[in-house]
């Protein structure tokens, strides 16, 4: 079968309205295998760093995705 992977271009969110945040992402995750946050994994897009995690997390090689 199919996997599928979210990556995201997002900050560490420390407003008072990080529970809206931490809601949208537990819905993301509950869609998804892999959900990537770049401010997590030390990445974002477009740096080819972050599709290299997403690579990894997948265990795909790029002619697969």
Known sequence: GFQTC???NTWVDDSP???L??????????HFQV????CRIG????????FS???EALRARPQEV
């Open 53 to 55: 995690c997403a690579l």
């Open 35 to 38: 959900v990537l946050e770049s």
């Open 6 to 8: 979210v990556l995201t």
């Open 21 to 30: 945040t931490a809601a949208l992402q537990e819905q993301l995750r509950s």
């Open 17 to 19: 309205w990080r529970s």
């Open 43 to 50: 990445a974002a897009t477009p740096d080819p760093a972050a």
